[in-house]
């Protein structure tokens, strides 16, 4: 397995700008998450996903959207950046198995908007 | 919303030293987990821990839910030990969203 990858690694955006942030995972979990950290700080929920179709807002969604068409993917879309949006964005899923619902993390995607 | 606050924010030691990271949460949680966040970024899971004690090699994990606390334990710290250590409690509902503590930086020195 895999585990949960996301891509771009790196990524340079001038303000305005649209993106894509990808995240897979081939663990056939139910859960998905998006966070964002910023430097000193934990990490801060943007979006979930309890299964293919359905999403929900977390505590700073403003600015991101998400879709979940597939149990593998979650993509994360800056519709215009800001340079608030400057910051390390991981990607992170968890098994269906209620009671044991450990995060497991993708290894991020470092976003600079300038 | 929950509040999570870890404590110490940084931590020294040298190797082979023992350690106590504690994590305060202002609510009743259905669980918790500890994380570490090596030099590189990555994030690991450590321990899922509602309540009670688990050990894994050098590290264990309490929870006392009832006093809305967490220690974790770190025994003959090794460099590799070095990172960030992040507790993290149910945003709302399940264990999938998380609110994380600000963390704990430690360093492990020769």
């Known amino acids: 397995n895999a585990g949960v990858t996301q891509t771009p690694k790196f990524q340079v955006l001038k303000t305005g700008q649209s993106m894509t942030l990808q995240c897979a995972q081939d663990?056939?979990?139910?859960?998905m998450s998006w966070y964002r950290q910023d430097p000193g700080m934990g990490l801060r929920l943007i979006h979930y996903?309890?299964?293919?179709?359905?999403?929900d807002q977390g505590e700073v969604p403003n600015g991101y959207n998400v879709s979940r068409s597939t149990t593998e993917d979650f993509p994360l879309r800056l519709l215009s950046a800001a340079p608030s949006q400057t910051s390390v964005y991981f990607c992170?899923?968890?098994?269906?198995?209620?009671?044991?619902?450990?995060?497991?993390f993708g290894p991020g995607t470092r976003l600079l908007v300038l | 919303g929950i509040q999570v606050e870890q404590s110490p924010p940084d931590l020294i030691l040298q190797e082979g030293a023992n350690s106590t990271l504690r994590c305060n949460f202002s609510?009743?949680?259905?669980?918790l987990q500890w994380f570490h966040q090596n030099p590189w970024g990555q994030l690991i899971n450590l321990f899922y821990?509602?309540?009670g004690t688990k050990q894994n090699g050098r590290l264990s994990a309490t929870t006392v839910a009832t006093e809305r606390y967490s220690l974790l334990y770190i025994s003959s710290s090794q460099t590799t030990d070095s990172g960030v250590y992040f507790c993290?409690?149910?945003?709302?509902?399940?264990?999938?969203?998380?609110?994380f503590g600000t963390g704990t930086r430690l360093q492990v020195t020769l």
């Open positions: 992170a899923s968890s098994p269906p198995n209620r009671g044991q619902e450990t995060q497991y």
């Open positions: 663990m056939n979990h139910e859960y």
């Open positions: 996903s309890v299964g293919a179709g359905i999403t």
């Open positions: 609510d009743s949680v259905n669980n």
């Open positions: 821990i509602p309540s």
């Open positions: 993290a409690v149910p945003y709302t509902g399940t264990a999938s969203k998380l609110t």
